[in-house]
């Protein structure tokens, strides 16, 4: 439900009361909240990283459409580049694999593990809990009309 600004007030709410007893037990949490932290901040960096592979991927394809003004071109030539996105796309790519395979090489499976599904996990949880307000949203306006 939006308030009179156009923003969902209840969610925000809700966001802030969980991100503050996150930050809390993170304070106070001992060890367990310092691992708790990191997986945090892995996700974080894969889950931030992982959306640039599609637009450095839509690159090539956007430079090859005709008709649009480009009043700066910074890279010439076709095989320029591909050649730039090809190496652009698998640094990125290399660094989130990295960032997910890392804690591996110091036993910390549980940490590589979260790294990695937890953005997938959270992505899924989003979709589906979207999709439902969605639908109902929809049932909502059909009942009124």
Same mark, same amino acid.
């Given at each position: #439900?939006?308030? @009179?600004?156009?923003?969902? =007030?209840?969610?925000? %709410? ?10 809390? $037990?993170?304070?106070? +949490? ?5 691992? $708790? ?18 637009? !450095? ?5 956007? #430079?090859?459409? @005709? +008709? ?6 910074? !890279? =010439?030539?076709?095989?320029?580049? %591909? ?11 290399? +660094? ?17 593990? %979260?790294? /990695? ?5 959270? +992505?899924?949880?989003? %979709? ?10 929809? /049932?909502?306006?059909?009942?009124? =009309?």
């Amino acid at each position: #439900k939006l308030n @009179k600004h156009g923003m969902p =007030e209840r969610s925000m %709410w809700v966001q802030a009361a969980i991100v503050s007893v996150i930050i809390l $037990f993170i304070s106070f +949490g001992g060890n367990a909240a310092g691992q $708790f932290y990191t997986i945090l901040m892995d996700m974080m960096n894969v889950s931030s990283s992982a959306p640039y592979l599609f637009l !450095i991927g839509a690159y090539p394809f956007f #430079k090859m459409k @005709k +008709g649009i003004d480009r009043p700066f071109v910074f !890279i =010439e030539g076709k095989k320029r580049v %591909w050649a730039v996105t090809i190496v652009v796309w698998l640094v990125v790519a290399i +660094g989130i694999v990295f960032t997910c395979i890392e804690p591996l090489f110091t036993g910390d499976y549980a940490t590589s593990f %979260w790294t /990695a599904i937890g953005p997938v996990a959270f +992505g899924i949880i989003a %979709w589906v809990y979207y999709s439902y307000q969605e639908r109902k949203s929809v /049932a909502v306006v059909d009942e009124e =009309e």
